[in-house]
């Protein structure tokens, strides 16, 4: 069977906009144009407490780091890879957050979704939302299979997102992450299925 006939190279992930109503899904990389500038929008994502804590964005908070974070996300587009989404407002275009699928087994349809959301996001709804929609997106677009979610144990917001979002826990994993405050960290395995309930709808 040739490269081109795998499994693999027939689920990419393709650029795309998904329109939730009051917020915009986009494409993270050197085309995504955000008020004030992309490249300081997402250092000071990088630079808040919360974020900093739990996701692996660290090197952003300097313009360089955050560069290098667009051409990331523009290579990971080109290969089909990640797909990795600005959720912007659709009524002024600022950053509320981001939400990424990532392949974490092509050949057998399985990924990762990960998210993050700004202070003046939170707390209204918008991760379960957009967890849902790339969740959605995914089946549909690249014929993803299976869809974790991972999170440390001490995150009780995501554990809420996971179950709202309906990823089922499935177990915990020892000692598995470093996340942003320094060490390893156990964490919430929950994940959902193609074939789930509400998913094809």
């Known amino acids: 069977m040739s490269t081109s006939d795998s499994p693999a190279e027939r689920r990419p992930f393709r650029p795309d906009v998904l329109d939730l109503g009051d917020v915009l899904l986009r494409p993270w990389g050197r085309a995504l144009d955000l008020p004030g500038g992309t490249v300081a929008a997402l250092t000071a994502a990088a630079a808040d407490q919360e974020i900093a804590r739990w996701n692996p964005l660290h090197d952003a908070v300097h313009p360089a780091g955050a560069e290098a974070y667009l051409d990331r996300a523009d290579q990971s587009w080109a290969d089909g890879g990640t797909a990795c989404f600005a ?3 659709r009524a002024d275009g600022r950053l509320c957050g981001n939400v990424a699928l990532i392949w974490t087994d092509r050949g057998e349809g399985v990924a990762m979704v990960g998210y993050w959301l700004l202070a003046a996001a939170r707390g209204r709804g918008l991760a379960t939302r957009v967890t849902d929609a790339v969740t959605r997106w995914g089946v549909r677009t690249a014929g993803v299979r299976r869809i974790e979610l991972y999170h440390a144990v001490g995150n009780d917001s995501s554990c809420r997102v996971a179950a709202r979002a309906g990823f089922p826990y499935e177990g915990t994993l020892r000692a598995s992450y470093r996340h942003g405050d320094g060490p390893y960290h156990d964490e919430h395995l929950h994940a959902r299925l ?8």
């Open 87 to 89: 959720v912007t407002d």
């Open 194 to 201: 193609a074939t789930d309930p509400g998913v094809t709808g």
